[in-house]
């Protein structure tokens, strides 16, 4: 029965998605895209100076040297997902050859998670609008779940450095932007997986519960149901 169940909703899901395919691909684009930008603006306010740099990394390159040269598939996979594609960000000359104040790293692993949040988030927007037999308050419930699932993996998806934190393109980097002390962020660094996986189940129970099956003759707590009228000898009552 439960496998029963969740294959109706699943199949609820892609009934949303199918027909509004194009909307769907836009959106997970759009907020991919829209997420490294607004790390990028971050990271201009906080120090008032522009990107002055840019390095393209040669990602399949070193993808292939990490196999050939890694004997161990467990070893292997966290050194690609370590691997750089794009680098922007400020370098200062005043230290002879210039140091790297900050940057955003573009790392194609965490690319890769933030489409699956994008898509998983798309797919709770267009579940929302749609009328579902959910009352108007689950549906701000499921609404908050997905928004508090979406920030933890956001925010775990970072990936900015910084020279006051070694330089390591971490997400506790953006904490400590915002005044964290930098040992507490450290501190608190072996948490991300964590949270990232909370934001995940977050955004997948969200996304089961907005696709429940509708229920022939049910309707939304929040709208009325008119109820028919029923006649008698005194008549008619409603």
Do not use: Q
């Given at each position: 029965?439960?496998?029963?169940?969740?294959?109706?909703?699943?199949?609820?899901?892609?009934?949303?998605?199918?027909?509004?395919?194009?909307?769907?691909?836009?959106?997970?684009?759009?907020?991919?895209?829209?997420?490294?930008?607004?790390?990028?603006?971050?990271?201009?306010?906080?120090?008032?100076?522009?990107?002055?740099?840019?390095?393209?990394?040669n990602w399949p390159g070193?993808?292939?040297?990490?196999?050939?040269?890694?004997?161990?598939?467990?070893?292997?996979?966290?050194?690609?997902?370590?691997?750089?594609?794009?680098?922007?960000?400020?370098?200062?000359?005043?230290?002879?050859?210039?140091?790297?104040?900050?940057?955003?790293?573009?790392?194609?692993?965490?690319?890769?998670?933030?489409?699956?949040?994008?898509?998983?988030?798309?797919?709770?927007?267009?579940?929302?609008?749609?009328?579902?037999?959910?009352?108007?308050?689950?549906?701000?419930?499921?609404?908050?779940?997905?928004?508090?699932?979406?920030?933890?993996?956001?925010?775990?998806?970072?990936?900015?450095?910084?020279?006051?934190?070694?330089?390591?393109?971490?997400?506790?980097?953006?904490?400590?932007?915002?005044?964290?002390?930098?040992?507490?962020?450290?501190?608190?660094?072996?948490?991300?997986?964590?949270?990232?996986?909370?934001?995940?189940?977050?955004?997948?129970?969200?996304?089961?519960?907005?696709?429940?099956?509708?229920?022939?003759?049910?309707?939304?707590?929040?709208?009325?149901?008119?109820?028919?009228?029923?006649?008698?000898?005194?008549?008619?009552?409603a």
């Amino acid at each position: 029965m439960m496998a029963l169940a969740l294959g109706s909703r699943l199949a609820t899901v892609l009934g949303t998605i199918r027909p509004r395919i194009g909307l769907w691909g836009a959106l997970t684009l759009a907020f991919t895209v829209g997420y490294y930008l607004l790390l990028m603006a971050s990271l201009v306010l906080r120090f008032g100076t522009l990107p002055n740099y840019a390095t393209l990394y040669n990602w399949p390159g070193s993808v292939w040297t990490i196999i050939r040269s890694t004997p161990s598939v467990r070893d292997m996979l966290p050194i690609i997902a370590e691997e750089y594609l794009l680098e922007f960000g400020y370098m200062n000359y005043d230290y002879g050859l210039g140091i790297s104040e900050w940057a955003l790293n573009i790392i194609p692993f965490k690319v890769f998670l933030m489409l699956i949040l994008s898509g998983l988030l798309a797919a709770n927007l267009l579940l929302l609008r749609t009328k579902s037999s959910c009352s108007s308050r689950a549906r701000l419930r499921a609404g908050a779940a997905t928004g508090l699932g979406a920030g933890f993996v956001a925010i775990t998806s970072a990936t900015m450095s910084w020279v006051v934190c070694c330089a390591t393109p971490t997400w506790i980097v953006g904490l400590s932007m915002l005044g964290l002390g930098v040992s507490t962020a450290f501190w608190i660094e072996p948490l991300g997986p964590w949270l990232t996986s909370t934001g995940y189940l977050l955004l997948v129970v969200s996304l089961m519960f907005l696709a429940k099956p509708f229920v022939a003759g049910s309707a939304p707590a929040s709208e009325g149901v008119s109820t028919p009228e029923i006649s008698s000898r005194e008549g008619a009552h409603a």
